[in-house]
C-alpha cells in the first residue's frame, strides 16, 4: 500500500536557520507531490507541487522542494526561516491518474525569534 | 470569492447520534474529498468525488456516506456517531490535473467534532 514518512515529528530552529524537512514515499509508479502548510489555527494552504519536468520546484514564501526519484524523496527547503514560518508541514502524494492523496504525519516546525 | 465553506465550524454530538458536515465550494472544482485530522496521524482520506454523481472511498469511510448532487457541494454524513470519531473535518476541493490526479486542494476551516 502506498504511504508517506515525515521523520521529523518537531523541528525547533533559530531565525535565519536553513529549513529542510525530508518527505518519503513508497510507490513504484509516477507521482504527483505536495508540500502544504497549517499554521496555527488555520486550515491547511498549498505551498508547493511537483508533477513532471525539472524536479527543483519553488513555491510560495522562498519555500522549494526538490523530488529524487531513485530516493523516493521530496524534501522541503528554505534558505532561512523566519519566526512566521512557526507552522506543521505536511507531505501529500498521490499516483499520477488517480485520486487518493496521501498525506504524511506532519512535522511541527518552531522558529524561535 | 468564499473558496471552501465548511459548516459547522464546531458541533458536540451525543454517541448514536447522526449528523451531517456541510462543505460548499465556488470554484467549479470537480474534484472534492473529506479528510480527518488526528494527533499524530496527519490527515486520512475518508471519502472523495471526482464530479457530480460519483464518489468513492478512502482510507477510513467506516461510519462515514457521501454523496455528490452537484458540482458545489459535498456534504458528509455521520450515520451513528461514535467517540472514536472525535476530529478536526477537513474539505477540500481541487481541479483536475491535465496529466491526472489533481491541481491541489484548496482547503475549508474545518470542522471541530466531539463526540460524548
Known amino acids: 500500500a502506498q504511504s508517506v514518512s515525515q521523520h521529523n515529528h518537531h523541528v525547533i530552529l533559530s531565525e535565519a536557520a536553513s529549513l529542510e524537512l525530508g518527505c518519503n514515499y513508497s510507490?513504484?509508479?509516477?507521482?504527483?507531490l505536495f508540500w502544504y502548510v497549517q499554521y496555527p489555527g488555520q486550515h491547511l494552504q498549498l505551498l508547493l507541487k511537483?508533477?513532471?519536468?525539472?524536479?527543483l520546484v519553488k513555491g510560495i514564501k522562498g519555500f522549494e522542494a526538490e523530488f529524487i526519484k531513485s530516493k523516493f524523496s521530496f524534501n522541503l527547503r528554505k534558505p532561512s526561516v523566519q519566526w512566521s514560518d512557526t507552522a506543521e508541514y505536511f507531505c501529500?502524494?498521490?499516483?499520477?491518474?488517480?485520486?487518493?492523496?496521501?498525506f504524511g504525519t506532519g512535522t511541527r516546525l518552531k522558529v524561535l525569534a | 470569492n468564499a473558496g471552501v465553506t465548511q459548516t459547522p465550524k464546531f458541533q458536540v454530538l451525543k454517541t448514536g447520534q447522526s449528523m451531517t458536515l456541510q462543505c460548499a465550494q465556488d470554484?467549479?472544482?470537480?474534484?472534492m474529498s473529506w479528510y480527518r485530522q488526528d494527533p499524530g496521524m496527519g490527515l486520512r482520506l475518508i471519502h472523495y468525488?471526482?464530479?457530480?454523481?460519483?464518489?468513492d472511498q478512502g482510507e477510513v469511510p467506516n461510519g462515514y456516506n457521501v454523496s455528490r448532487s452537484t458540482t458545489e457541494d459535498f456534504p458528509l454524513r455521520l450515520l451513528s456517531a461514535a467517540p472514536s470519531q472525535t476530529s478536526v473535518y477537513f474539505c477540500?476541493?481541487?481541479?483536475?490535473?491535465?496529466?491526472?490526479?489533481?491541481?491541489?486542494?484548496?482547503f475549508g476551516s474545518g470542522t471541530r467534532l466531539t463526540v460524548v
Open positions: 477540500a476541493s481541487s481541479y483536475h490535473n491535465p496529466g491526472g490526479g489533481i491541481r491541489g486542494y484548496t
Open positions: 510507490y513504484g509508479g509516477t507521482v504527483n
Open positions: 511537483y508533477f513532471s519536468g525539472d524536479p
Open positions: 501529500a502524494v498521490g499516483p499520477t491518474g488517480t485520486y487518493k492523496y496521501i
Open positions: 470554484m467549479n472544482h470537480e474534484y
Open positions: 468525488s471526482v464530479g457530480a454523481g460519483i464518489t
